[in-house]
T-cell receptor, first 121, second 114 residues
Framework: NAGVTQTPKFQVLKTGQSMTLQCAQDMNHNSMYWYRQDPGMGLRLIYYSASEGTTDKGEVPNGYNVSRLNKREFSLRLESAAPSQTSVYFC????????????????????FGAGTRLSVL | AQSVTQLDSHVSVSEGTPVLLRCNYSSSYSPSLFWYVQHPNKGLQLLLKYTSVATLVKGINGFEAEFKKSETSFHLTKPSAHMSDAAEYFCVVSVPYNTDKLIFGTGTRLQVFP
């Protein structure tokens, strides 16, 4: 059971370089998410996608772009990396969007990948 | 607006003693509340979830949490700590009616001493 798979696991970039973080899930989930984790700040949502073909900004979207390539894959792109983007990035997926009521609440558990550790020098 | 506050950034216990990790929440609606655990260099794993069916929620590895609306709390407990419980724990609230967006607390690092 692969669940949520992220690549690469580690990456070092120079300021101004670009890169794409890949995420794939095999659980047939509709919603996918990208978070960043910084010391003492928990996880903060960068972008999310409620369904194939749709994306929306989260709490900290500046400097990032995303693509929901298909139902399985959701990529995060840094066009011009900055030292402030040094972080651990997590992708997650959930079965359905929250729609209120018990049914919605039982289906909004998010499953996380193992993370990508990115350093920007 | 929804938010969670984890009252302790670090908690240290001896193996075999009880664990208490404290979390207070703020929500305009009936919230979904979660506890996630993150072991070193790993992703996050769901420990348990409150879905307004029962106020005492049992999770994996012997953990449980009690939802107390009057105190706006969702503290995580375990009767007897094990060395393998050493990890970072996140209290999380979901934003209702809006595609499952989660609001994370800042985390509590649990150390377990032999």
């Amino acid at each position: 059971n692969a669940g949520v798979t992220q690549t690469p696991k580690f990456q070092v970039l120079k300021t101004g370089q670009s890169m794409t973080l890949q995420c794939a899930q095999d659980m047939n989930h509709n919603s996918m998410y990208w978070y960043r984790q910084d010391p003492g700040m928990g996880l903060r949502l960068i972008y999310y996608s409620a369904s194939e073909g749709t994306t929306d900004k989260g709490e900290v979207p500046n400097g990032y772009n995303v693509s929901r390539l298909n139902k399985r894959e959701f990529s995060l792109r840094l066009e011009s990396a900055a030292p402030s983007q040094t972080s651990v990035y997590f992708c997650a997926s959930s079965e359905l969007p929250g729609s209120g009521g018990l049914a919605g609440k039982t289906k909004n558990i998010q499953y996380f990948g193992a993370g990508t550790r990115l350093s920007v020098l | 607006a929804q938010s969670v506050t984890q009252l302790d950034s670090h908690v240290s216990v001896s193996e075999g003693t009880p664990v208490l990790l404290r979390c207070n929440y703020s929500s305009s609606y009936s919230p979904s509340l979660f506890w996630y655990v993150q072991h070193p260099n790993k992703g996050l794993q769901l420990l348990l979830k409150y879905t307004s069916v029962a106020t005492l929620v049992k999770g994996i590895n012997g953990f449980e949490a009690e939802f107390k609306k009057s105190e706006t709390s969702f503290h995580l407990t375990k009767p007897s700590a094990h060395m393998s419980d050493a990890a970072e724990y996140f209290c999380v609230v979901s934003v209702p009616y809006n595609t499952d967006k989660l609001i994370f607390g800042t985390g509590t690092r649990l150390q377990v001493f032999p």
